[in-house]
């Protein structure tokens, strides 16, 4: 099963696509985490992720494209995967359109996850004290919300316009967000 999963920054994305994968038995792909991984490396694209991502804008899309399409030809990501943090804009979401149409690769379901910008800031703030990420101070915060707002909210209606867009309310437990999705996937044939 090949899965997007999409919501603001906050939104749970990260934690649901954890649980999900164990679940399904397809790789989490979490485009921040492989830059993460890049900055503590010390690797080329670390170097140029940095400031960008301290800043809370997005990467060239181009850099992100390589990026993807090495980690979606993984032997692990054969039986599918589940997608956090890519496509982050329309040019991005066309790009993936096209990757997986030459991998003959379609996605199963692009679900958002939705929930209100209060709740995305508080638990911002409580992801800030307990995992230290250096994108997660208020400032850069504001900028990832507005980036989001501006160039990510179209690509849920890009999915939505394919037929492949589901919303869950993201509000409540983990447990009970997790439940909502395993629901649809359920609904859907695709667990
Ligand atoms: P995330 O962990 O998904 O919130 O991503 C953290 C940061 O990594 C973002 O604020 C961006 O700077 C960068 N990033 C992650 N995914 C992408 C993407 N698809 N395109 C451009 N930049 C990205």
Redesign the pocket.
Known sequence: MRIVLLGA?GSGK?TQAAILTEHLGVPHI????L??AAVEAGTELGAK?RS??DR????P?DI?LDLIEERLQAPDAEPGFVL?????NLS?AASLDGLLDRLEKPLDIAIQIDVDAEQVIRRIARRAAEEGRS?DSEETVRT?MQ?YEEQTAPVVDHYARKGLLTQVFGEGSIEDVNQRIMAVLKAEAID
């Open positions: 920054p990260g979490s485009t921040g985490v830059l993460r992720a960008i991502m809370g804008e997005l990467l899309d992100m956090d943090g890519y496509p982050r991005q994108d990832r980036v």
